[in-house]
């Protein structure tokens, strides 16, 4: 199956919970034991997009919204096909999502989770399927070329394991139908390989199906690991205030799910102790363990509380993290203007200016191989990120820390750089050097590295989908206010 040349599709943005499958949502939960949703809430549609969660009237900080059992979460564990994934080592998001397929289209009214399934839709309004960047068409992509979606994230790529996956859900569903009979997924794997439009187009509904997975999906804990949960889904994202958390105790017997001793841990400590030829330590044995069980423990709910007070009418927003726009986009398939966290990645430049400036190879091959290690163990930055992922400007203009730092190397007097060259092990290298020199480096090579991204990145506005619309707007402005900053900086220099 070589599905790497797409045609040209049309594409959309945006999934959403219509208001008609809201009575299933809310009758899903209530029918759960031990469940709780505050009357104090209400939904519906909300001018950010589909419908969100508001105040129906003043709300306190530390007020429970929602409480749910976690066996009524959506998990590959949960469902209906668990045994069958965990007998073929099937997990993470293609779990879900392969459980999310055979769920609504094999089980349908039969499945206890379909209520609530059947509201996440893996098509807009005009029952378009919702696709990431990747699979879009080329002329969609081309807007976003050179941004920091496509350069730092590879965003426009369409990924080799959504395939592999898609290939590997097909094989077993032709498996687990010889094998137990069960149907295969009518319209999804039901894949005819010698047709190559209908392959396609299966194809991208397993993708949009992901795409729907993951922008709703919630880390839970070590048994369930990701899961879809009804109702905390339809609290939109804010980029700067959240009002709520999400809390799940994630420490449970991955193999069960149970959050004190379980027969596995008991069995564990057991044998533990014959090994070290000893008894087994009191309270182990499997009877007790059981005596232990409160299934309405609330370390088996997960729930939502408010962090702030809000007003009656508000809406009540989460936090999906701390993601620039062309991670919202990748992961949820929308956008938010004004948004703090974005950043204009310049990596490519940078290889660009060292590449045109033969003086600068050997400060930088040192950078690669062992300052970057140095700096980000003594800035306490990530020592694991790749160092031209760190380089940026962020959304007020101003370059990150190892930009500046980097640039700095490269303006450092000969006798410094030698020095520093030479430190007996890279953890004793003077590094915080490259931090006193403030912004010497960027003053003597910001500027060029904007007018390299502004050469290579050439968006055209025209027919792109609202959502990229405002990443280019963003970056644009970005690299405006990076500019500013500097014609002010050095104009400053001089004038001083
Ligand atoms: C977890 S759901 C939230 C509930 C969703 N509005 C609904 O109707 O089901 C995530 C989706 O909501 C939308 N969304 C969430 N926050 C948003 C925001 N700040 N601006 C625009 N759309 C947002 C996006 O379509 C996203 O894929």
Known sequence: MNLVELPPIVLSLMSNTLCDDLSGVL????????????PECEIRESPVGGVGVFAG?????????????????????????????LDDEIDGILALNIAFIYETTVFREKSHWVPYLK?????????????????????????????????????????????????????????????FGLPIPQGYLDVRPDDRDDTILKFHRFVATAYAMSSRVFEIDAYHGSALVP??????????????????????????????????????????????????????????SDEEHDPSNEDELVDITLERDVKKGQEIFNSYGELSNALLLARYGFTVRNNPHDMVHLGNEVRALVRTHGRYAARTQWWSRTGWKAYSRWSAAEVQTPWLSEIFVDSRGQPSDPLAAFLNLLEMPETQWLQLRSAPTPSNAPVHQLQDMGDVGTRAHL??????????????????????????????????????????????????
């Open 27 to 38: 009758q899903f939960v209530r029918d759960c034991r031990d469940s709780f949703w505050s």
């Open 57 to 85: 009237t003043d709300i306190r900080k530390g007020s429970t919204l929602l409480k749910l059992p976690k066996s009524s979460l959506f998990s590959a564990s949960n469902s209906t096909i668990a045994n069958l994934l």
């Open 231 to 288: 109702i905390a889904d339809l609290f939109n994202h804010s980029t700067t205030a959240p009002d709520v958390r999400f809390t799940s105790l994630y420490e449970v017997c991955p193999l069960c799910g149970e959050p004190g001793m379980c027969k596995h841990l008991v069995a564990e400590a057991a044998l533990e102790a014959q090994e070290n030829g000893g008894s087994s330590p009191p309270g182990s044995d499997a009877e007790s």
């Open 119 to 179: 509201s996440i839709r893996i098509c807009d309004e005009q029952q378009q399927l919702v696709l990431p960047p990747g699979y879009w068409s080329d002329e969609a992509k081309r807007c976003l070329r050179g941004s920091t979606l496509d350069t730092l994230h590879d965003g426009l790529r369409s990924e080799t394991e959504v395939q592999e996956g898609f290939e590997l859900a097909v094989d077993l569903a032709r498996k687990w139908n010889q094998e």
């Open 447 to 496: 500027l060029r590295l904007l007018a390299y991204k502004k050469l290579s990145w050439r968006p055209s506005p025209g027919g792109v989908p609202p959502a990229a619309r405002v990443i280019l707007h963003s970056e644009r402005t970005i690299l405006r206010r990076a500019r500013s900053r500097m014609y002010r900086r050095n104009s400053s220099r001089y004038t001083d």
